[in-house]
């Protein structure tokens, strides 16, 4: 019912920045949380940041402070904007969605991941 589009990945510079995208599509009101998740070469998927339809917002210490996560609803977008990049930030970005409809069984998305590499 939904589809997740990730852009905005690249090479950046220590301390530079980048803002990611994910473009939602299909049954898009029925998402009530969205998040960034992110995965480096030998490690196991972590929770980035995540927001909810409540306004509840989450981050992993590893980047609070650095990290923002916003969702544009007219555009069906969530952004993660990242400043102050480092070196350990080095990893494939994905968005994810979580949906709720009408069942109540609760649905899990995933776009298909950008990447961020940051070197000098």
């Known amino acids: 019912q939904v589809q997740l589009v990730e852009s905005g990945g690249g090479l950046v510079q220590p301390g530079g920045s980048l803002r990611l995208s994910c473009v939602a599509s299909?049954?898009?009101?029925?998402?009530?949380?969205v998040a960034w998740y992110r995965q480096a070469p030998g490690k196991d998927r972590e929770l980035v940041a995540r927001t909810s339809a409540s306004g509840n917002t989450d981050y992993s210490d590893s980047v609070k402070g650095r990290f923002s996560i916003s969702a544009d609803t007219s555009k069906s977008t969530i952004y993660l904007q990242m400043n102050s990049l480092m070196s350990d930030d080095t990893a494939v970005y994905y968005c994810?969605?979580?949906?709720?409809?009408?069942?109540?069984?609760?649905?899990?998305?995933w776009g298909q991941g950008t990447q961020v590499t940051v070197s000098s």
């Open positions: 299909g049954y898009v009101d029925e998402i009530f949380a």
């Open positions: 994810h969605a979580a949906t709720q409809g009408a069942t109540d069984a609760v649905s899990h998305y």
